[in-house]
């Protein structure tokens, strides 16, 4: 496995961890676990780097891609009245009286690199545009709260937002599973792929693994509206990206975001959800091709045992070189302590659970 990517990683005092450590990790990831255990708040804490400004854009691009249609400014307690914090939304609600969270991971050359986020160095969500904020009502349904603590006060300083007006301002390793990629994908195709020839050869290989009838690509500008052409080699004209369906279209997504971050690590939020089960095997060959050929990292969540079947079918198929670096990262909450643990399991492991029929979740 490559230098740069991680085989341990540890967080603490984060969302729904006080402590947790992850082991023996390997370079394609499949985290499992129930609902609500922490699988998107892992990738999210694996977003995180020692780079103040990379955890002032995370933490908005975080926030704001959970679909909000409100962003808090500030609470209206009657004593006080400051920012939401980075500390306020992420850290773990038992442990608030710590003031801060710890981060640990170690790459397969290096000790353990620890680093620690605290009061002092906390960041605000920064909100572009210049609508005005006003007080919204807690009772409003349109409101979506981000914490307990917020739900004691009567009403709150919030600002309502385009969220993707936020979203296209920052491209971080994590991708959300309720999200619709058409023109982001052509505004990544415009401004990283279309002026490198060696990268667009990559990119329309990648997709013509896929649909071998993709010839070429060529982005199409109507006034606001933005989207990808495929030129076919079995036709004389061309049609949208969305033409082979949304699970191609966020297959192209997923292929950009490879390329993107390229010899780093990626984060894919419920990658089965768009997704066609009966090409579930494929699309997942051309992940993991993908990932190699870049050099990435690759975290992805998923609870459906068809997506757990077809991983380990891809797997399998490619053989030992890209079975040797998977991993399945299981979380569960202990019964005694309700604390998550992280188990992981080799391929060999998964692929005996699946074979018997075991719940890997």
Request: hydrophobic content about 35%; overall charge negative.
């Amino acid at each position: 496995m490559s230098t740069n990517h991680f085989n341990y990683f540890r967080v603490k005092n984060f969302k729904r961890f006080k402590d947790l450590e992850v082991k023996d990790i390997g370079q394609f990831n499949l985290v499992l676990g129930d609902n609500n255990v922490g699988k998107t708040s892992l990738l999210e804490a694996l977003m995180w780097e020692p780079v103040e400004e990379n955890i002032e854009n995370h933490f908005e691009t975080v926030v704001t891609s959970r679909f909000l249609k409100y962003l808090i400014k500030s609470y209206s307690f009657k004593n006080y009245g400051e920012p939401l914090t980075f500390l306020e939304y992420f850290s773990n609600l038992d442990e608030r009286e710590n003031n801060s969270i710890e981060i640990g991971s170690s790459k397969s050359d290096e000790s353990t690199e620890t680093y620690v986020i605290k009061s002092n160095n906390t960041v605000t969500v920064r909100y572009l545009g210049e609508l005005e904020f006003g007080v919204l009502s807690k009772k409003s349904k349109d409101f979506h709260f981000l914490d307990e603590k917020s739900k004691k006060d009567d009403q709150i300083l919030a600002k309502k937002v385009d969220v993707s007006e936020v979203l296209n301002h920052t491209i971080v390793p994590l991708l959300p599973f309720h999200r619709s990629y058409d023109e982001e994908i052509t505004e990544f195709y415009l401004d990283q792929i279309q002026g490198n020839r060696s990268l667009k050869n990559k990119y329309v290989s990648n997709l013509r693994r896929l649909f071998d009838e993709i010839d070429d690509l060529e982005p199409s500008i109507k006034g606001k509206h933005k989207t990808l052409l495929i030129n076919r080699s079995t036709s004389n004209f061309s049609v949208p990206l969305g033409y082979f369906g949304e699970g191609t279209i966020k297959m192209a997504k997923i292929l950009s975001y490879l390329i993107k971050f390229r010899d780093k690590k990626l984060m894919i939020d419920e990658i089965d959800t768009g997704l066609y089960y009966a090409r579930m095997r494929d699309y997942w060959k051309v992940i993991l091709q993908s990932a190699d050929e870049n050099n990435v990292q690759l975290f992805a969540t998923t609870h459906n045992r068809e997506c757990m079947e077809a991983f380990r079918s891809a797997l399998d198929e490619l053989g030992e070189e890209f079975t040797s670096r998977s991993r399945s990262i299981t979380l569960k909450q202990s019964p005694k302590t309700g604390d998550v643990i992280a188990f992981t399991n080799s391929f060999e492991v998964l692929d005996d659970a699946l074979e018997v029929g075991n719940d890997l979740r």
